[in-house]
């Protein structure tokens, strides 16, 4: 089977005789073993069954999505700027069609990757692409389960990518989570990716956070105010999280807002 894909998470494996037994990211707590045990696919299978849809969000950026679902189903997003245009987070779907039609849009300069849940086929991304790199968090160095020499990793708290588009260091769900923020968002007034590492909840005034989401694990506090610390020195009208949400407006206030409803809930009274 060339280059496995665990059907579950979506994620890529190396070109081996035989795929792994089993999927260590779905093994995680974080993640899930497939109820009907560990099922492999590749590109070639799923391009014929599945196709990406692009949207124009606001000017500046666009989201991807398969449609019907692959692994958990989550979007990437596409960060168009003078220097060259960002791909922020990946989907495991990639295929001719989706491929002129981001060249259509500029192309793709750098991927960005805000933890392991959406690492899907980053490789696949790049190389379609012309071999960008991939920037990856350095605390999630150990989930790189395809390794390639696109993929780049970083250290500290900030990487910035383009003039106004810094990746930003938070943690939480994992130990190199991060988001995008881009400065030019929302007419200027800033724009963070957030992935999960927060998500934007059913009433979009309020955000939360989670260790586990499908294993409704909770982050312990100290976790939730590192994430809110980190973001502190940007500023920002609107958040995309990674399955649809978005909090439109006034979505600094609202992160701090959430953060202190979120702490409130989990303390002992």
Aim: charged share 15%.
């Amino acid at each position: 089977m060339p280059y496995p894909i665990c059907v579950t998470c979506g994620n890529q494996y190396p070109d081996t005789p035989q795929p792994p037994d089993h999927c260590p990211v779905c093994t995680d707590e974080r993640q899930y073993i497939n109820p009907d045990g560990q099922q492999w696919t590749t590109l070639e299978a799923l391009r014929p069954h599945h196709s990406n849809i692009i949207e124009a969000l606001e000017p500046g950026l666009w989201r991807i999505k398969s449609e019907p679902r692959v692994g958990i189903g989550q979007y990437a997003f596409l960060v168009q700027t003078a220097q060259g245009n960002i791909l922020w987070d990946c989907i495991t779907l990639l295929d001719d069609a989706t491929i002129q039609a981001i060249q259509n849009l500029g192309g793709i300069k750098a991927i960005a990757v805000s933890h392991p849940h959406y690492h899907s086929t980053m490789v696949e991304w790049s190389h379609a692409f012309g071999h960008v790199p991939v920037y990856i968090h350095s605390g999630n160095r150990d989930w790189i389960l395809r390794p390639d020499p696109a993929i780049q990793l970083w250290e500290g708290s900030t990487l910035p990518l383009a003039e106004g588009v810094n990746i930003v260091h938070c943690g939480g769900h994992f130990e190199g989570a991060t988001v995008l923020h881009w400065q030019q968002g929302a007419d200027g007034r800033g724009v963070v990716l957030c992935a999960d590492t927060i998500d934007v909840v059913s009433d979009s005034r309020y955000m939360s956070f989670m260790y586990s989401y499908p294993n409704l694990i909770p982050l312990p506090a100290s976790k939730v105010r590192a994430i809110v610390s980190a973001l502190q020195p940007y500023a920002f009208e609107r958040m995309y999280d990674a399955f649809g949400g978005i909090s439109k407006r006034d979505a600094y206030a609202r992160l701090q807002r959430s953060a202190d409803r979120y702490i409130r809930a989990i303390s002992e009274p």
